[in-house]
């Protein structure tokens, strides 16, 4: 299997289990909440991962800043995409923006900066005329 990351990526998963709904629950104040969480496991997928740090919380940041910063993933509003192109050039933009642009305060640096790809923080127009 080729991976573009090489030995350079690790990856895990932590699965959880939830208990089973009761049919015919009446609760509709819960109807967008998952069900209580029993246990979780954690699954090495690929490289060589810190135990410790296989968590949830990574991604669910993320999956946070893509709603926020972009509302065609947040469902119910009026930027909600319906067309695939338009969501392909925003998610582009989104991303851009994130690694290029965005000084992060976790460690002070755009991550792009972090990693060796930009020696500054980029400006919008720089981000626009990149190609």
């Known amino acids: 299997m080729f991976f573009t990351f090489q030995d350079g990526a690790h ?3 932590l699965v959880k289990q939830y208990a089973a709904k009761i049919d015919g629950e009446k609760n509709y104040h819960r109807r967008y909440s998952p069900s209580h969480c029993i246990g979780a496991r954690k699954v090495i997928r690929f490289g060589n991962p810190d135990p410790d740090r296989i968590s949830t919380s990574y991604v669910e940041r993320t999956n946070l800043s893509v709603r926020l910063f972009n509302r065609r993933f947040t469902r119910l509003t009026l930027g ?3 067309k695939l192109a338009n969501l392909k050039h925003s998610v582009a933009l989104f991303i851009a923006h ?3 642009c965005r ?3 976790a460690h002070g640096q755009t991550p792009a ?3 060796g790809l930009a020696n500054h923080q980029w ?3 720089e981000l626009l005329t990149a190609i």
């Open 11 to 13: 990856y895990s998963q």
């Open 80 to 82: 909600y995409s319906k």
């Open 98 to 100: 994130f690694n290029f």
């Open 103 to 105: 000084k992060h305060s």
């Open 113 to 115: 900066q972090a990693c």
């Open 123 to 125: 400006t919008i127009q």
